[in-house]
């Protein structure tokens, strides 16, 4: 069974820098799209960012877009999510997902594995 691990959250002020990381194990990894979502307490999970791991395309929020790089290592079956210039409303959980269709999707559902989440806090 497919597992996604995330690590790299933690507190930052506002300017700051985070690296988030997503290790993918278990069964046979065959997702071509890994992605960042975020979700704050009473809203809806949104979109950050997407990679297509075999041909490396990305799609990004427009809110995030110049700010956060999405990159992925194949060999490792790892996505990682550069965070700079945060802002206060960066603050969410942010989670990584899975999804094996080839089509980068901004929407929650199309994704079939999700990691537990990590926690991102800016502060003012």
């Known amino acids: 069974q497919v597992q996604l691990i995330e690590s790299g959250g933690g507190l930052v002020q506002a300017g700051g820098s985070l690296r988030l990381s997503c290790a993918a194990s278990?069964?046979?990894?065959?997702?071509?799209?890994m992605g960042w979502f975020r979700q704050v307490p009473g809203k809806e999970r949104e979109f950050v960012a997407a990679?297509?791991?075999?041909?490396?395309?990305?799609a990004y929020a427009d809110s995030v877009k110049g700010r956060f790089a999405i990159s992925g290592d194949t060999a490792k079956n790892t996505v990682y999510l550069e965070m700079n210039s945060l802002k206060p409303e960066d603050t969410a959980i942010y989670y990584c997902a899975a999804d094996r269709s080839f089509t980068i999707s901004r929407i929650p559902s199309a994704y079939d594995y999700w990691g537990q989440g990590t926690q991102v806090t800016v502060s003012s």
């Open positions: 990679v297509r791991r075999d041909s490396g395309s990305t």
């Open positions: 278990g069964g046979t990894f065959s997702s071509t799209i």
